[in-house]
């Protein structure tokens, strides 16, 4: 069996994606890859998976599956189906998705499911984006990253959920951040298809802007910085305990 690290590589963009392409061979030269990814894009689709028809995956080639299912469905086969992979692999990749995942992406984007889903799991797990075109410059620096959190000693608990953009310019560096505050111009535009019927289009017609933040990942983007943020899968917010006890208490009559 090979000593080298075994890493699970997957994206939201689909399998033949450029991103994941440039990712696969960086990481090729360090470590033995097996790809579980979309057939298809893929991207917005959360950490849904899919529990109401069967899932089709094909073996396009050696160590590379497609699944015509989410990002999460990818990495939960990936882990769940008998002998797909020699072993339980050492870190989970996804990526290098075409385009940011900053601030409250996360919550919508299928990349960063893809790693968290890895994360649930118990292994150290990093999702990738970029809003440059460059994917093999980014697949270079995410290889260096993915030695460096093999290395890492993290503390004992959760397993490490990192999520890392790269800027659309040559980047002056590399920030540590924490998530900022990413806003679209939300619309849901309704048309009419050529019967006369109605449909419906989510997302206006303008791009995302961003709240300034301090130390946030979409300040490390717009000063040119790779941004690194440290993601938890901890869903319980301690804040509001006061709040969910007066509401589990005893009823008070108007």
């Known amino acids: 069996m090979s000593d080298r690290p075994l890493l699970l590589v997957s994206n939201d963009d689909g399998i033949d994606a450029p991103g994941n392409i440039a990712l696969r061979e960086a990481l090729a030269t360090f470590g033995d890859v097996y790809t579980v990814a979309p057939q298809t894009e893929q991207s917005a689709k959360s950490h849904s998976i899919t529990l109401h028809h069967p899932l089709r995956f094909n073996e396009i080639s050696e160590r590379v599956w497609a699944v015509d299912g989410t990002p999460a469905d990818c990495v939960y086969v990936a882990f769940f189906l008998k002998d797909l992979l020699p072993r339980r692999p050492d870190l989970v990749v996804s990526g290098i998705n075409h385009g940011p995942n900053l601030g409250n992406d996360v919550h919508y984007s299928g990349t960063v499911a893809a790693a968290r889903e890895g994360a649930l799991r118990g292994v150290p797990s990093i999702a990738l984006s970029s ?30 959920l990192l999520n890392v953009n790269f800027p659309h310019v040559p980047p002056k560096g590399v920030r540590a951040t924490r998530l900022g505050l990413r806003l679209y111009s939300d619309d849901v535009e309704v048309r009419d298809d050529p019967r006369g019927r109605h449909y419906l289009w989510i997302g206006g017609p303008g791009g995302a802007r961003s709240e300034p933040v301090e130390g946030a ?38």
């Open 217 to 254: 990942d979409t300040e490390a983007l717009d000063e040119g910085y790779i941004s690194v943020t440290p993601l938890s899968i901890e869903a319980t917010q301690p804040d509001h305990f006061g709040v969910a006890a007066y509401v589990a208490g005893p009823t008070e009559e108007p």
């Open 131 to 160: 809003s440059s075109s460059d994917m093999e410059g980014a697949a270079q620096y995410a290889k260096r990253f993915c030695k460096q959190l093999l290395r890492s000693t993290p503390p004992k608990g959760q397993a490490v």
